[in-house]
């Protein structure tokens, strides 16, 4: 009980010391202000006037650089204004309305094309319009009111300015953390592979954290490098630039895991020992990683063990391990214990870099990518008209969401007309604020929105019910308001009822029959979270089984080019180039995709869950031939390495047919390519010759009394039976990942 306590005393303050906070803090500060100020100079419906527009500009307030940050809230203020002209003028024109707002809502619902910004901009104008129901105007009193929201909406974007070179800094380390604290989840995670036998629901969680890492790093990656691209190289995004280098790299050497678990099983005492003590080393490197996390500052030190006492225990338990077995009883066994060692002390390493990086050590020791290399690892919006272009169609997700939503608007407008429901834009207001182009989120936020809203309902009756000061009611409405825009991105549930007792209260002070308000409220929600609900299920679907193979496709296509870049690396004699970082980025990213695609499938109705087991066998195979050629691409980073022969080149190749064979069966459009198993299996036989060449002169030398080994000629065998087996192992997967499809296939 205590320790619930705790965690729930911890989570209130980290949201209190987070961005999302302060963001609401900052809208509600803005509002309250405009109001304060205009009803002490002018009256209370200029303020009204300029705190819709701080509401409306707020909505597509998010970090990025400052010019796409200035365009983005002007860009929001424009089309607010344009809406809310629009439907009042259409109003004063009898049926004139419906296909004004009509073709509104189409136009705002397809900006969302061009990206997520965009789609902020969007809501922005849709919130308007819906807004321009509430009270309608004629005449001057209309234009005096778009004046008054336009200088409420500069006044937020004055502020927001102010505050967001701190805003961006201070998300930027969010994310830093939050990558920090699921990277050592990762991290125990696999550790607790050890430890038991079904290591389905473990490998489960392990795609669901490699999929929130990878998204995290490709936000770190947007928010920080272009910061620095205006910041310059020094100071607080440095660090983070080096923090996030060392992440990506704490990824690949945790999914480049070359431990067999099945043979682990089977393996004897004496070999889980050893690994035992692997484990040991890479908990305490996840525990300490968490403690930064929180911390955020390596100076505040903590009861830390010596990682380099772990270290020495594991070497000392594989040289146990080679006495006691013998170095000619299973020298695989040892190899893979040696080669172990060496990606726990690469982990150990790169833990050791992110605690100088937040002591400020050694900084300018390091290198990083050139500004125009980080433009490659970035995805650019392209704003081009041709993109609005191909999305005039069916086959376009958010063209069927544009239509959905401009029918479903449209009869909540009409139901609220007909039948004459006080405050009926409440209606079409949740329909925009539920509504998404994809069944699973629409269905989810309509229950939380629902769920939220009676409760936010039930505390604001009892509230009322209690007092009628207006005092308090005005206190309440900074609290609720600042909690609900708060939350509105982490807990939307939450976000519900803070969301209702504002609503709730602002009437309150306005009209003396609060009480039914609530009722009208709570009504009409529910109304319109229904609406939405059946709309995406009944309106042209975007059902994930439509593009899932599009997912794969492009899964498929990143992994073969990761591992060509690993080719190309092993060839080059390099531990690492700009193009290789750049495939693993995508091959990790098509891979979370995937996933993602796959969960939200399993979360739609079972009618429309097709082929979910086949899809999981694919979904596997292809997360594990990700890991299986990161730990190669592992190996020749953090190894000295001799120069590839051409059978290595040609085993290569013959993955990398294979994976071409997987797109071209899944398109259908070209012939497959055969000869691939022959050339692999003369490429392995010939490396295998090699090694069986090294091994013998090897067991020459200990004839002749040589008992201690050369270390550059262990290395050199070390790398040759490595090789050997990680290309043997990818190429099994890259054809168990063709089998999986073709099973798939005929399953459709």
């Known amino acids: ?151 409420g909406g500069f006044w937020y974007i004055i502020l927001s300015s102010i505050l967001r070179s701190y805003r961006t800094e201070k998300y930027s380390k969010e994310l830093i953390n939050s990558c920090m604290h699921h990277t050592a989840e990762y991290l125990k995670v696999r550790v607790s592979l050890y430890k038991t036998k079904d290591r389905n629901e473990v490998f489960k969680k392990l795609l669901t954290l490699q999929d929130t890492i990878t998204t995290e790093h490709e936000d770190i990656r947007n928010a920080v490098m272009t910061q620095r691209q205006q910041s310059g190289a020094t100071g607080s995004k440095r660090k983070q630039l080096l923090m996030l280098i060392d992440l990506v790299d704490m990824l690949e050497l945790a999914a480049a895991n070359p431990i067999d678990y099945q043979k682990y099983d089977t393996n004897g005492q004496e070999y889980q020992k050893v690994l035992h003590t692997f484990s040991e080393v890479i908990q305490e490197v996840a525990e300490q990683l968490e403690h930064l996390s929180n911390s955020t500052n390596a100076k505040k030190r903590h009861s830390e063990k010596d990682l380099g006492e772990y270290l020495q225990k594991a070497a000392a338990a594989i040289e146990i391990y080679k006495t006691g077995k013998g170095i000619l009883t299973n020298p695989k066994n040892l190899l893979t214990l040696r080669n172990l060692f060496d990606y726990t002390e690469k982990q150990v390493q790169k833990l050791a870099s992110i605690k100088r990086v937040l002591r400020s050590e050694g900084l300018n020791d390091r290198s990083i990518l050139k500004k125009e290399e980080q433009y490659q690892f970035l995805t650019p919006q392209d704003y081009n008209w041709a993109v609005l272009q191909e999305n005039l169609s069916l086959s376009s997700p958010i063209f069927k969401h544009a239509i959905r939503l401009v029918i479903t608007v449209l009869t909540g ?82 976000a519900a009822v803070f969301i209702t007792l504002t609503l709730v209260f602002v009437y309150a002070l306005l009209t003396p029959d609060a009480l039914a308000v609530i009722e009208y409220r709570v009504v009409d929600t529910l109304i319109g979270a229904a609406m939405a609900s059946m709309a ?138 055969d000869g691939n198993e022959k050339l692999f299996a003369e490429a392995s036989k010939e490396l295998t010759f090699l090694y069986e060449n090294l091994t013998q002169e090897r067991n020459e030398q200990r004839k002749e009394g040589i008992d201690k080994i050369d270390p550059e000629f262990r290395e050199k065998m070390k790398e040759a039976r490595v090789v050997i087996d990680q290309l043997k192992y990818i190429y099994t997967i890259s054809e168990n990942l063709y089998k999986a499809l073709k099973n798939y296939e005929k399953r459709a």
């Open 413 to 494: 407008y009409l139901l609220g007309s007909i039948f004459s429901i006080q405050n009926a834009y409440w209606i079409i207001l949740t329909i925009i604020v539920i509504m998404r182009p994809g069944y699973v989120l629409t269905r989810d936020r309509s229950k939380q929105r629902a769920i939220g809203t009676v409760i936010g309902g039930i505390v604001a009756v009892g509230i009322v019910m209690l007092t009628q000061d207006k005092i308090i009611y005005g206190v309440l409405i900074f609290i609720s308001m600042t909690l609900a825009f708060g939350l509105v991105q982490q807990n939307y549930k939450t």
């Open 1 to 151: 009980m205590t320790m619930h306590i705790k965690e729930v005393v911890h989570s209130v303050l980290k949201f209190l010391k987070s961005t999302n906070f302060l963001k609401g803090l900052l809208l509600t500060t803005a509002a309250f202000t405009a109001i304060a100020f205009c009803t002490y100079f002018y009256n209370v419906a200029v303020g009204s006037g300029a705190a819709l527009g701080v509401l409306l500009v707020s909505a597509s307030d998010i970090p990025g650089n400052r010019k796409n940050h200035l365009i983005g809230m002007g860009a929001a203020l424009v089309l607010a204004l344009v809406n809310f002209l629009c439907i009042h003028l259409s109003l004063q024109i009898d049926y004139l309305v419906i296909p004004v707002l009509a073709v509104l809502v189409f136009c705002n619902a397809i900006i969302a094309v061009y990206g997520f910004r965009a789609s902020l901009i969007s809501f922005s104008g849709l919130l308007a319009l819906v807004l321009s129901f509430a009270h309608p105007q004629t005449g001057s009193l209309l234009y005096f009111n778009l004046l008054y929201i336009f200088l």
């Open 536 to 673: 995406n299920f009944l309106l042209w679907p975007a059902w994930e089984d439509h593009t899932i193979r599009q997912q794969i496709l492009d899964s498929i296509e990143n992994s073969q080019i990761y591992i060509k870049e690993i080719g190309n690396l092993y060839e080059l004699d390099k531990r690492t180039t700009t193009s290789y970082k750049l495939a693993r980025k995508k091959a990790f990213l098509g891979i979370a995709n995937l996933h993602a695609g796959f969960q939200r499938m399993a979360q739609e109705p079972k009618s429309h869950q097709i082929k979910t087991i086949e899809l999981y066998e694919v979904m596997v195979n292809s997360h594990t031939l990700v890991s299986a050629a990161a730990s190669l691409g592992t190996y020749i980073q953090i190894h000295p390495t001799t120069k590839p022969s051409v059978h290595f080149t040609n085993s290569i190749h013959a993955i990398s047919e294979t994976l071409l064979n997987c797109r071209t069966h899944l398109k259908n459009d070209e012939e497959l390519r």
